[in-house]
């Protein structure tokens, strides 16, 4: 086997040398290039052998490249296939001066030092950064368009004082997005126009202007809402800028001469009067309320139709469109998680019991009242119960008189009797009885709950499986006991589980968690006792990993010997004078939980199925097993999943009708 390695070893360094000599120049001007998953390295170091050229390799740069090139290269296409090879790998080359380039990482490569190109040189692959003047078009406007055609490695920078933009990428991107500004920025061909207004919402202004000036075919004008400076930015021809800004002008003006105006805002996500709370105090920090200030026309009024989740505002234009906006921001989808967890508590014990207990005719005796054992004293007073009595016949001055048998009475036996546990051996001999008793005793328990809880960020979801426990919780009587009463509580005892998730960036989730895991002891003479296995923590953990937060164990070990003094300390002898009970119990709590984000209705689909279809799939498990003493009867089996997405839709379907007639009535009303 050794030699099977070996001979591997050296093909693949024949074969990468072949490769490497393969990718030398043919001639003075002609090269060739072939290799088969090389490293990435080694590519590199053919290259700068074969351009003469100085390669510096950040450290980050790994991996495998295969390329095959079938025709001769000279030398520029040759370098062009070396950028375009570290282009597709996820690799950049900055040149420096001197002839010297360096080969870093995409994402490095917008914050390293790169040659500057306002139109010199080939569009290639190379890191370049150029800058561009702009006459007509503010940058501001520019920079975030440019961004998104940008790749994700590059960078755009908007310099407003000078209006100038400086855009960092691959040569051949850059020369496109520099087309596309040119193209943008041509005088006269297309106008900029801000329009500032004061009393309408620049979303309700854009809309009208979109109805009235606006067609399908009419594509070089566009109206743009600026809803935190209520502006409107229109952009076109000169002649229609006038004319609509002339119209969105007239239009808020009028809107001003009114004393104020009311909308009706349906939430598509939020509680409606969760949100009320948060406009009633901006609203009163806008109109000068809360510093006390009392301002002609400043009354806001903010109602809440819980019916169609519903905000009903009456406010100023100018507090309406800071309204508005701030409801959009609050008004979103939230992302779900779905934490799924195995509660698992392992109880183990074990328990052994030993005792020899003796007694005699004239009244000796060695008992144990341990708790664990049968006293002898009272099987014997059981057993002579248990004899009863033989009937006599009594003649007297000639009348006789006959007395019947007297059963025994076995209560007092089998109440003893009762309280016998493992085995129990009782030997007499002569006037002396012994009864030796021997017990072992072992338990295991294993509590497994398997929760599988979905809740929204922030929201807290609770989970129990278990019992209602009544609990003495006080006691009063009269003077005369007349009417006594109690109070009773009642406990919740079982696997209980309470978790709150927090979505922070990324991919991360805050869990806040409270498990208790609970049981009833048994009883004393005051009430009932409780035993409980309770966590409480904080933890994060990533979307899709196993989190342990318990390992919580407990070791009890008893022994109790109860013995007559002296006899009990005699070597091996004295065993026939104890009674010895030890007991081992052992207890583990294990909590695993999984945290799930669900961003969306296809991640929240292909979830609930995979649900689905595991219950499905045991069902169809124990139908094929059939029912003990019944196999004629059939287990229950759910639809299959198109089946079942069948029927919800039309649900929804009914359901959904029915919400648009309601809203429309409260529109017609």
Known sequence: MKKVIGLSHCLKAVCLSASLLMAQPVFSTDFAASFNNADIREFINTVSSGLGKTIIIDPAVKGKVTVRSYEQLNEEQYYQLFLGVLEVNGFAVLEQKNNILKVVRNKDSKTSASPLNNGSGSADDRIVTWVMPIDNVPVRDLSPILRQLNASYGNVVNFNPANTLIVTGRAVNVERLVSIVEEIDKAGVKSVEVVSLKHTSAQEMARILTSVYLGKTDTLTSVVANDQGSQIIISGNSSKIKRMKKLALQLDSERATGAGNSRVFYLKYARAKEIKPVLDGIAASFSGAAAGKKTPGSKVSIEVHEQNNALVISAQPELMNELEALIGNLDIRRAQVMVEAIIAEVGEGDGVNLSLQLASTQGSIVQFQDGSNVPIGQIIAGVADAQGEKGTTVIDDGKTTINPDKPGDYSTLANALGRLSGSAFAISSGNWGALLQAASTSSKTNVLSTPSLMTLDNEAASFIVGDEVPTLTGSTSSSNNDNPYQTIERKQVGVKLVVTPQINEGDAVRLDIEQEVSKVNGRTPVDVTFSTRQVKTSVMVRSGDTVVIGGLMDDDVQESVSKVPLLGDIPILGHLFRSTNSKKVKR????????????????????????????????????????????????PVLPELSDADRFLKEVQGSIQKSDDSRKQQAGDS
Not at 598 to 626: F, H, M
Request: aromatic content about 4%; charged content about 25%.
């Open 588 to 635: 583990n709590l294990m909590v695993f939980i999984r945290p799930t984000i669900i961003r969306n209705d296809d991640r929240l689909k292909t979830v609930s199925a995979s649900k689905y279809s595991l219950i499905r799939a045991e069902q169809l498990l124990q139908d094929e097993r059939g029912i003990s003493l019944m196999p004629d009867q059939n287990v």
